[in-house]
């Protein structure tokens, strides 16, 4: 059996995203705020919540050395535009965030890609391997499991933890008024994870996202919640038995993060996905920048073709 070759050493992160060229592209609905370096296969990484694109910004410079690293904000998150989303809250959709994603690849020549996505990110992953499979090259998805399956699989320990899910799905503008009251306090308690706490992030990524954490931002972020628990369920309801991921899938979460306490992330998974590698980490619910030298090395394998546990 062929041996895999070591991991090259993380590039230690001096600033954000050092070495990305930034750029803004107009997609079939939105502005997206874009951080691009490196050649080779071209790789998509997309963030979380209440993140931006410099979450990655640990392990974006490392993978740079053997992919096209393309990082972007999200339709309404960072420096990414704030479309309407509709009274259907469509606009938001896991779907409509992956267009602008296929949209952004396009403009840069990307017509096959791999994806790796944390948190929201990874359910647009998801969305947009089922919509597109024959774009998509291989799919990596930290600290989540399937849409529908969290939302016919609740329990009060994951409900206690994630209350934000139904909180942020209310009509509006009922949360945004009572976020929009106090966003500092609020972004340093969503990301104080139990067990974890904020010394994961480096002051300068903070700051980021507090900086980012506008009354817009945190109004979009509210209709991304109104779609996933309305248009998205259904998409994966219909989807539910009938699509699957077709490509090399690869899951990851945190053994101190509300996935691992509180579901079974590769049978979860199974569900979707046939090729599929999975395992936990030591982390909590933010596992790039909590341990980047866990996901580069798995990333840095799994999106080579090598195995990667």
């Known amino acids: 059996m062929a041996i895999a070759e070591a991991v090259p050493e993380l590039v230690p992160s001096t600033r954000l995203m050092e070495g990305f060229a930034r750029h803004r592209i107009k997609t079939r609905g939105a502005e997206i705020n874009v951080a691009t370096a490196g050649e080779g296969p071209p790789l998509l990484l997309i963030h979380g919540n209440p993140l931006t694109l410099v979450s990655w910004h640990k392990v974006a410079p490392s993978l740079a050395r053997d992919f096209s690293v393309v990082a972007i904000d ?127 992030f480096t002051p300068e990524a903070m700051e980021e996202y507090i900086r980012c954490a506008t009354p817009e931002q945190i109004h979009a972020v509210c209709e991304d919640y109104r779609a996933t628990i309305t248009v998205d369920l259904d998409m994966d309801t219909a989807d539910y038995g009938k699509r699957r991921i077709a490509c090399p899938t690869l899951v990851i979460w945190g053994d101190n993060s509300h996935c691992g306490r509180h579901f079974k992330p590769v049978e979860a998974w199974s569900e979707w996905a046939d090729d599929l590698v999975g395992f936990s980490v030591p982390t909590g619910h933010y596992p790039a920048e909590h341990r980047p030298d866990l996901i580069y090395a798995a990333f840095y394998r799994f999106f080579r073709g090598e195995p990667v546990a």
């Open 74 to 200: 999200m339709r309404g998150y960072g420096d990414s535009s704030k479309p309407y989303g509709g009274e259907d809250h469509s606009g938001y959709s896991f779907r409509a965030i992956g267009e602008d994603a296929f949209d952004v690849m396009d403009a840069l020549g990307h017509k096959t890609f791999a994806v790796a996505g944390h948190d929201r990110g990874a359910r647009v992953g998801f969305r947009m391997c089922l919509d597109q499979p024959q774009r998509i090259t291989r799919y990596a998805a930290l600290d989540i499991v399937p849409t529908h399956h969290v939302l016919n699989n609740i329990t009060l320990g994951w409900a206690r933890e994630s209350y934000h899910w139904f909180f942020m799905a209310q009509k509006a503008p009922f949360p945004e008024k009572l976020l929009g009251a106090d966003l500092d306090y609020y972004m340093r308690y969503k990301l104080n994870k139990k067990g974890v706490g904020l010394d994961i």
